[in-house]
T-cell receptor, first 116, second 112 residues
């Protein structure tokens, strides 16, 4: 039990729709990262938020966007969904200054997004 | 750019067998190295880590040594159990980089 909660656990959407995924971080964790894990692959970094500001971004298009709230919970928004967006979306939280990775990252169980 | 290469699976072993999962990396500078484990239907859990050359990370009977000369971080366990069945991911991070770079994962199944 990591204390990181993601919702919903499963979601089905169609191409062109928009989706919002949510992550509640473990108490005191001020940094949240989002990853996309396609079936049979390792997670790919989408972006990180630290104290409500984007703090690093991977190779994902602008239709992937996020927010972090004052209580450090976070949202991942994806617009204009494509079939290739079908994946498990993981969030990971930690403490620290700017999210340097040497501190343990605590992962949630993910949201399984299916695009039809 | 940074990359991590893991041995392809799936790997199937009998209980009490010896486990090795190979991992090599490409990165500039001196990355930190990690092994994560993912049980069915769950997120990733940090298994062990090493932050500098020749460090050995260990946890729950698993070990891995950071070998800079061979750019490797192979995972080993002397005697696996059925409960070790999971997907194992090797990963790295560099300096001020904000993200983990993962390998593609190795599925381990341990039979009783």
């Amino acid at each position: 039990e990591t204390g990181v909660t993601q919702s919903p656990t499963h979601l089905i959407k169609t191409r062109g729709q928009q989706v919002t995924l949510r992550c509640s971080s473990q108490s005191g964790h001020n940094t949240v990262s989002w990853y996309q894990q396609a079936l049979g692959q390792g997670p790919q970094f989408i972006f990180q938020y630290y104290r409500e500001e984007e703090n690093g971004r991977g190779n994902f298009p602008p239709r992937f966007s996020g927010l972090q709230f004052p209580n450090y919970s976070s949202e991942l928004n994806v617009n204009a969904l494509e079939l290739d967006d079908s994946a498990l979306y993981l969030c990971a939280t930690t403490t620290g200054t700017g999210g340097v990775i040497d501190q343990p990252q605590h992962f949630g169980d993910g949201t399984r997004l299916s695009i039809l | 750019g940074d990359s991590v290469t893991q041995m392809e699976g799936p790997v199937t072993l009998s209980e009490e067998a010896f486990l090795t999962i190979n991992c090599t990396y490409t990165a500039t500078g001196y990355p930190s190295l990690f092994w994560y484990v993912q049980y069915p239907g769950e997120g990733l859990q940090l298994l062990l880590k090493a932050t500098k050359a020749d460090d050995k990370g260990s946890n729950k009977g698993f070990e891995a040594t950071y070998r800079k000369e061979t750019t490797s971080f192979h995972l080993e366990k002397g005697s696996v159990q059925v409960s070790d069945s999971a997907v194992y991911f090797c990963a790295l991070s560099r300096g001020s980089a904000r993200q983990l770079t993962f390998g593609s994962g190795t599925q381990l199944t341990v039979l009783p």
